[in-house]
């Protein structure tokens, strides 16, 4: 069963920037299309961004021009790279594949807190 392990959040100021981190266990990581998702208080939880086993990405428009998504199949790693961060990027970020898969729990998440 493949497990999910998020990690990077904190606390940032608006315009500020972090990197989080997503590592699975498992050895079929590479074959599954990747997710970031996010969900902030009292908000469902949303995709943010997508990237594909080969290497496709896309982004939901909030996110557009300042995240950026990766992975390295060899770590079995994907990464959020966020930068001018806004108070509403504030959420707990999940990764999952996408689409969810049913034996591919979620993980625990990792907060992130824009904040001044």
């Known amino acids: 069963q493949v497990q999910l392990v998020e990690s990077g959040g904190g606390l940032v100021q608006p315009g500020g920037s972090l990197r989080l981190s997503c590592t699975a266990s498992?050895?079929?990581?590479?074959?599954?299309?990747m997710g970031w998702y996010r969900q902030a208080p009292g908000k469902q939880r949303e995709l943010v961004a997508t990237?594909?086993?080969?290497?496709?990405?896309n982004y939901e428009d909030p996110v557009k021009g300042r995240f950026t998504i990766s992975r390295d199949n060899a770590k079995n790693t994907v990464y959020l790279q966020m930068n001018s961060l806004k108070s509403e990027d504030t959420a707990v970020y999940y990764c999952?594949?996408?689409?969810?898969?049913?034996?591919?729990?979620w993980g625990q998440g990792t907060q992130v807190t824009v904040s001044s």
């Open positions: 999952e594949p996408f689409p969810p898969r049913v034996g591919v729990p």
């Open positions: 990237i594909t086993n080969g290497g496709s990405t």
């Open positions: 498992g050895t079929i990581f590479s074959i599954y299309a």
